[in-house]
């Protein structure tokens, strides 16, 4: 998940090590933990394989040289089948991977955006009807009173999840009324 997070970040825009950590805290803080033993190691990964690209050795506040990073077309391509992909793994891990491409959706084509909102949809509405054949763990209120939360808890990622769809099919029929109603001027 950090790759992907990583490499949609860099799409975005050329940072360095420092400031591409401090971003993926900020945005995705509820997704994945970051620290500086894990993304500099990352980022020679991707510099080795390809996918990033240091663009210069910039002056840094305080410190002498910060590299600053690129995707690379490479880049662009694994982040792409990344964000296209569904590797099998936890509820939470899942929830946070989805999270991390929700965030760069508009880097994608619309067909694609329906294709990850529907599967996740289906994946959601799965569990809440296996969830809905099962109790409890125990007969404790704590335990109770989770169950209910989780419970609305995914009920509302239902719901928002077809508000989005309705959102991304709305826009595709907009624009695509519009483009059949322009008319040939003539000229």
Same mark, same amino acid.
């Given at each position: 998940?950090?790759?992907?997070?990583?490499?949609?970040?860099?799409?975005?825009?050329?940072? *360095? !090590?420092?400031?591409? @950590?401090?971003?993926?805290?900020?945005?995705? %803080?509820?997704?994945?933990?970051?620290?500086? !033993? /894990? =993304?500099?190691?990352?980022? @020679?990964?991707?510099?080795?394989?390809?996918?990033?690209?240091?663009? /210069?050795?910039?002056?840094?506040?305080?410190? $002498? *040289?910060?590299? =600053?990073?690129?995707?690379? $077309?490479? !880049?662009q391509v694994l982040w792409r089948q990344k964000m296209l992909e569904y590797p099998h793994?936890?509820?939470?891990?899942?929830?946070? #991977?989805?999270? =991390? @491409?929700?965030?760069?959706?508009?880097?994608?084509?619309?067909?694609? #955006?329906? @294709?990850?909102?529907?599967?996740?949809?289906?994946?959601?509405?799965?569990?809440?009807?296996?969830?809905?054949?099962?109790?409890?763990? %125990?007969?404790?209120?704590?335990?109770?009173?989770?169950?209910?939360?989780?419970g609305t808890d995914l009920q509302r990622e239902i719901q928002w999840l077809k508000e989005q769809l309705l959102y991304e099919q709305t826009t595709h029929t907009l624009v695509k009324?519009?483009?059949?109603?322009?008319? $040939? /001027? !003539?000229?």
């Amino acid at each position: 998940m950090l790759e992907l997070a990583a490499l949609g970040l860099l799409q975005r825009e050329h940072l *360095h !090590g420092y400031r591409l @950590k401090q971003q993926l805290e900020l945005l995705m %803080s509820s997704c994945i933990s970051v620290n500086y !033993g /894990t =993304i500099y190691p990352l980022l @020679k990964r991707l510099e080795t394989r390809g996918a990033i690209a240091v663009l /210069t050795d910039a002056e840094g506040e305080g410190s $002498p *040289h910060r590299k =600053i990073y690129s995707i690379t $077309p490479q !880049g662009q391509v694994l982040w792409r089948q990344k964000m296209l992909e569904y590797p099998h793994e936890s509820w939470v891990n899942s929830r946070s #991977r989805f999270l =991390i @491409k929700f965030l760069f959706f508009s880097y994608l084509e619309p067909a694609e #955006r329906l @294709k990850l909102l529907q599967y996740r949809l289906m994946v959601c509405q799965l569990r809440l009807e296996n969830r809905e054949m099962q109790q409890p763990l %125990s007969s404790d209120p704590y335990d109770a009173k989770l169950w209910v939360y989780c419970g609305t808890d995914l009920q509302r990622e239902i719901q928002w999840l077809k508000e989005q769809l309705l959102y991304e099919q709305t826009t595709h029929t907009l624009v695509k009324d519009t483009s059949l109603q322009r008319v $040939p /001027t !003539g000229e």
